[in-house]
């Protein structure tokens, strides 16, 4: 894979159902991190682990869930959407020392009616 | 709190030379990124400080003031490619988390 990867690239969904975005990387990073992104706002943490095993709310957990089984796989899962959801989602990676850049897949756009 | 401030826009000419701001207030600071994203893309690394002072690298590069709270990006022989949004983004050593500004959208003009 060489990097990291989202996937869908967009998604239409109706409010209410359930949607899992899929995120793995390849690049033994410890830390994995999940942002939305909304026009005028930033990068927003949603949920973040910092090693295999371990997760931890960021600063819009609600409604989101994730689980870190394994290194590689980081899935954002939204239980029940809802259209204030509709954003931009970027995963991102990072080795896990002070210094070390944070890697971002490229995105899933993710539209709820 | 924790608070970080950026011009939203900026605009600027080819081949001329342009600063972006950053100021923070954040808690447990231990360093200040600087990133790229083109529209519709992912944000790219470009740099980062954790001491006091200017880190160049190339046609870039960013200084930090730890006891103002202050760092900028400087951008020197600008070219087309360089219309981005420049996000900055402060790292909190005590829980290995960014704290990102809104970023600063460029606009270069002929």
């Known amino acids: 894979i060489a990097g990291i990867t989202q996937a869908p690239t967009s998604q239409i969904l109706a409010a209410g159902r359930r949607m899992t975005l899929r995120c793995t990387q390849d690049m033994r990073h410890n830390a994995m991190y999940w942002y939305r992104q909304d026009l005028g706002l930033g990068l927003r943490l949603i949920h973040y682990?910092?090693?295999?095993?371990?997760?931890g709310k960021g600063e819009v957990p609600d409604g989101y869930s994730v689980s870190r089984a394994n290194t590689d796989d980081f899935p954002l899962t939204l239980a029940s959407a809802v259209p204030s959801q509709t954003s931009v989602y970027f995963c991102?990676?990072?080795?896990?020392?002070?210094?070390?850049?944070?890697?971002f897949g490229p995105g899933t756009r993710l539209t709820v009616l | 709190g924790q608070n970080i401030d950026q011009p939203t826009e900026m605009t600027a000419t080819e081949g001329a030379i342009v600063q972006i701001n950053c100021t923070y207030q954040?808690?447990?600071?231990?360093?200040l990124f600087w990133y790229q994203q083109h529209a519709g893309e992912a944000p790219t690394f470009l740099s980062y400080?954790?001491l006091d002072g200017l880190e160049e690298k190339g046609r870039f590069s960013s200084f930090l003031s730890r006891s103002k709270g202050y760092s900028y990006l400087l951008l020197k022989e600008l070219q087309m490619k360089d219309s981005a949004s420049y996000l900055c983004?402060?790292?909190?050593?005590?829980?290995?988390?960014?704290?990102w500004g809104a970023g600063t959208k460029l606009i270069i003009k002929p």
């Open positions: 682990s910092n090693t295999a095993g371990t997760t």
């Open positions: 400080n954790v």
């Open positions: 983004a402060a790292f909190q050593g005590s829980n290995y988390q960014l704290i």
């Open positions: 954040t808690s447990g600071f231990n360093g």
């Open positions: 991102a990676s990072r080795l896990g020392g002070d210094s070390d850049e944070q890697f």
